[in-house]
């Protein structure tokens, strides 16, 4: 998720994400979680991005979308 989410400087977390986990999955991830989706990585909090790597990564184990 790190370096996902801070791949590309100057991106949202979400553009960041979703070029990984595909546009559907990091909006869900981030709505479920209240993150803006606007936002920069640099501007979230260490425990905010590491309940989005769980979000992310219970839906990759579920198998979910």
Do not use: M
């Amino acid at each position: 998720l790190t370096a996902s989410a801070f791949a590309a400087r100057r991106k949202t977390v979400f553009n960041n994400l979703a070029r990984t986990y595909g546009r559907d999955r990091a909006a869900a991830a981030l709505e479920k979680l209240e993150i803006d989706q606007g936002a920069r990585a640099e501007t979230l909090p260490p425990l905010t991005l590491a309940a989005l790597a769980g979000e992310l990564e219970e839906k990759n184990i579920s198998g979910g979308a």
